[in-house]
């Protein structure tokens, strides 16, 4: 018997990256605001399972959102034709419920690591890892589950921000998009649910 998934997407900003690392801050001066120069942000997927009273199943990125504040983006924060942590600081975490399939690459169900590799001629590449909860600079290609090709796209307006959503395709469909967001780009890969 076939079942149907239906797809929500909430993108959800947290600046709980210390917390959520173990580690503490000191407070700021009296009277002084202090924000995260890179704090955590998370996008989530939630899948029914089409059985009533059960919970949803969910596909998780969660990542250093670093800002550009006047820097260029392309080519220096993104690095050129060097693996990328895609993000900042603690390596990007995908935390998938259900087998996925993006581009060409198939994703069991698990935990892995997004990096990604960007050059002007050859466009964007996502890299699927199956190292988890390291540095973001800790790369081992060894551990490459395999690299997708991404979309680009150049945007009207610069994004400050670093974004990465995970948007449904429709309801009732079986799949959606990844998206990241940066200066003046986004990049893009379909993605399917198997079933």
Known sequence: MRRFVVLSAALLVSATAAMAQGMTMAAPPAGKLSIAASPRATAVLSISTGVRGATPLKVTVDYGQPFARGRVVEGTLIPTAEVWR?????????????????GSVTIPKGSYTLYSIWSPSAGMQLIVNKQTGQWGTEYKKEMD????????????????????ALEPAAANATGGTLRMSWGKSEFSAPFTIAQ
């Open 86 to 102: 895609t993000g900042a600081n603690a390596a990007t975490s995908l935390v998938t419920d259900v087998e996925l399939r993006i």
């Open 145 to 164: 589950l395999g690299r997708v090709a991404m979309t680009a796209k150049t945007l009207s307006e610069t994004r400050d921000a670093f974004v990465i």
